[in-house]
């Protein structure tokens, strides 16, 4: 079974980093394009960076410049550096397939950006 677990959310102070981790497993993603999304309250989950099986990565413009997604195949892991946040970054991180209709969503960790 796919699972999806994600970690290294927590509180922090705006101009702050984070870098988070998505470890997954049930099968290997090393020839899969992988996403990070977020979902703040109210609103609907949103696709903030993009990693394909080559390594080319892509931002929205909200966040561009400031975070960078990464990926180690060997580990099936993919990682998150988040610098300069603000506090519109305040959101649930998941990762998963940069796919439509990606399925298998983990729990997702907390990310808050608060003075």
């Known amino acids: 079974q796919v699972q999806f677990v994600e970690s290294g959310g927590g509180l922090v102070q705006p101009g702050g980093s984070l870098r988070l981790s998505c470890a997954a497993s049930?099968?290997?993603?090393?020839?899969?394009?992988m996403g990070w999304y977020r979902q703040a309250p109210g609103k609907r989950r949103e696709l903030v960076a993009t990693?394909?099986?080559?390594?080319?990565?892509g931002y929205p413009d909200s966040v561009k410049g400031r975070f960078t997604i990464s990926r180690d195949n060997a580990k099936n892991t993919v990682y998150l550096q988040m610098n300069s946040l603000k506090p519109e970054d305040t959101a649930v991180y998941y990762c998963n397939e940069a796919a439509i209709g990606a399925t298998n969503w983990g729990q997702g960790t907390q990310v808050t950006v608060s003075s």
């Open positions: 990693i394909t099986a080559e390594g080319h990565t």
């Open positions: 049930g099968r290997t993603f090393s020839m899969s394009a």
